[in-house]
């Protein structure tokens, strides 16, 4: 991990007075940089080569002599032939010039790399640089290693495809689509061994991969995304907070639950299992009284960040959660960041955001308040790893 004394040398050459606020342009980009314009900050966009222009054109920022914004939201772009060359040091030294204080999502730590973002980037980020290693499964302490330890709900684990007995969630990557997922399901082993066989003559998923799957059991019910915000610099009030909650749209699962039974049955064998690559997502609230189950499932988590992952969550995290008929909740996935559905929030905010907040409050707005309420307060390396 790289030193924090690095970190904050990065942060002394900043004008702070100048901040802006920088992110890879790429999954929740377009929420970060309309967060940062709505509490007054420029926008910095890291692209690559043949995927710029909804950032560079049709997102573009259009401002008046006077600085006043007119349209958009992406002030200025870099673009790279690659999204890896963020890692170079001439690349990190134009970001720290630009004053731009970085907001890590799940793009940054897939395209630059794990390792590349702990032990090479310099620029300082919004968040826990060092619990973005958990969302990587098969880790020694990845989030399943956290919740256990802290007794929070997970779907049971099958650590033997044999033992398939009921509906089970074989978790993989997709061989061709590497940042994809190459997810299926099966209710017996002899279903397992069918759909293994399929999807490798289809070049879905790879033995390799197969031997490092994660298997649990299925949880029966709808997808609840919670987006939530911890913040140390607050004093008053409560630290934590649910801005938004979004479920997600899934090719080609999405597809298969919209045909009826009969037309199901007559899919090509190439067609029969449905992926599960995100493409989308949309808003969704809670029905109120199941809300006093989910906010001790968010402490409780942050409580395991502190003890296992000093100084533990800072600022965006979503809890990804499946609902069963007896109506508890199961965590089936964690993002220590911001959460690939909160562009939801874009504009206009989130219910429950807006309501804390008595304003529009998306999760990028609240990234962008936090960091200025940081240099207000004189606490900008509260924030920041």
């Given at each position: ?60 920022a259009a401002r008046s002599p006077d600085g006043k914004l007119i349209r ?314």
């Amino acid at each position: 991990m790289i030193s924090r004394e690095k970190v904050l040398e990065a942060l002394e050459r900043y004008d702070l007075e100048k901040a802006k606020i920088g992110v890879l342009a790429s999954h929740s980009a377009l929420d970060v940089c309309d967060g940062a314009i709505d509490e007054g900050f420029q926008t910095l966009a890291i692209c690559e080569k043949g995927r710029e222009e909804p950032y560079t054109r049709y997102f573009k920022a259009a401002r008046s002599p006077d600085g006043k914004l007119i349209r958009g939201m992406v002030d200025k772009t870099i673009v790279f032939d690659k999204f890896k060359e963020i890692l170079l040091p001439e690349n990190q030294d134009r970001i720290i010039k630009e004053n731009a204080i970085f907001v890590p999502h799940r793009s940054l730590v897939a395209y630059a790399g794990i390792d590349g973002v702990e032990n090479d980037f310099a620029v300082p980020l919004v968040g826990s640089r060092n619990l973005l290693r958990s969302e990587e499964r098969g880790e020694d302490r990845d989030y399943y290693w956290m919740l256990e330890k802290m007794d929070l709900p997970f779907p049971e684990r099958i650590e033997n495809p044999e033992d398939i007995d009921s509906l089970a969630l074989v978790k993989l990557p997709h061989k061709v689509k590497r940042l994809e997922r190459g997810f299926f399901t099966a209710a017996s082993y002899k279903e397992y061994i069918e759909k293994v066989e399929s999807l490798l003559r289809h070049d879905v998923i790879t033995k390799e991969d197969l031997e490092r799957a994660r298997i649990e059991k299925y949880i029966i019910g709808p997808v609840f995304n919670f987006d939530f915000f911890y913040s140390p610099l607050t004093k008053e009030g409560e630290k934590l907070e649910l801005l938004g909650i979004d479920w997600r749209f899934e090719t080609s699962l999405d597809g298969h639950v919209r045909l009826p039974a009969p037309q199901q049955m007559t899919l090509l064998e190439s067609q029969a299992t449905p992926e599960y690559t995100v493409c989308g997502h949309n808003s969704a609230t809670l029905r109120e009284s199941l809300l006093r189950k989910v906010f001790p499932l968010a402490e409780k988590y942050v409580e395991g960040t502190q003890e296992y992952y000093p100084p533990g969550m800072i600022g965006p995290f979503t809890l990804q959660t499946c609902v069963d008929k007896d109506m508890n909740f199961w965590i089936y996935d964690v993002s220590p960041r911001v959460g690939g559905g909160t562009n939801v929030h874009l504009a206009v905010g989130h219910p429950y955001g807006n309501a804390i907040w008595r304003t529009n409050m998306s999760t990028g707005r609240r990234v962008a308040f936090e960091v200025r309420q940081a240099i207000e307060m004189g606490e900008m390396e509260k924030i920041i790893t």
